[in-house]
Nanobody
Framework: QVQLVESGGGVVQAGGSLRLSCAAS?????????MGWFRRAPGKEREFVAAIRWNGGSTTYADSVKGRFTISRDNAKTTVSLQMNSLRPEDTAVYYCAADPRGLATMTGYIYWGQGTQVTVSS
């Protein structure tokens, strides 16, 4: 099993920045997994935010966050991060880290999930 624990959420004003982190532990082959970030806003379905290939060689972003968010990973530390800049009130959501053993930076197919961290952007 892979355990994922997110951190770094909080309350920030519109236009501000936050950096989310996700630490993987347990029986993990982290360096071979793709990692993704998803979010669920109040009253909405969970949506894809960003993903990174197992080796960091490619990334994928939702259109709504392109140019504002950056996903990165450190395989030696088994962590993945999401740098969020120019935050908007519509970015308010619970953010989840997820892992996909297939290794590709896709929007679906994730089977391991963290518990989530709340991000609130005030206007």
């Amino acid at each position: 099993q892979v355990q994922l624990v997110e951190s770094g959420g909080g309350v920030v004003q519109a236009g501000g920045s936050l950096r989310l982190s996700c630490a993987a532990s347990g029986r993990t082959f982290f360096s071979s997994y793709a990692m993704g970030w998803f979010r669920r806003a109040p009253g909405k379905e969970r949506e894809f935010v960003a993903a990174i290939r197992w080796n960091g060689g490619s990334t994928t972003y939702a259109d709504s966050v392109k140019g504002r968010f950056t996903i990165s990973r450190d395989n030696a530390k088994t962590t993945v991060s999401l740098q969020m800049n120019s935050l908007r009130p519509e970015d308010t959501a619970v953010y989840y880290c997820a892992a996909d053993p297939r290794g590709l930076a896709t929007m679906t197919g994730y089977i391991y999930w963290g518990q989530g961290t709340q991000v609130t952007v005030s206007s």
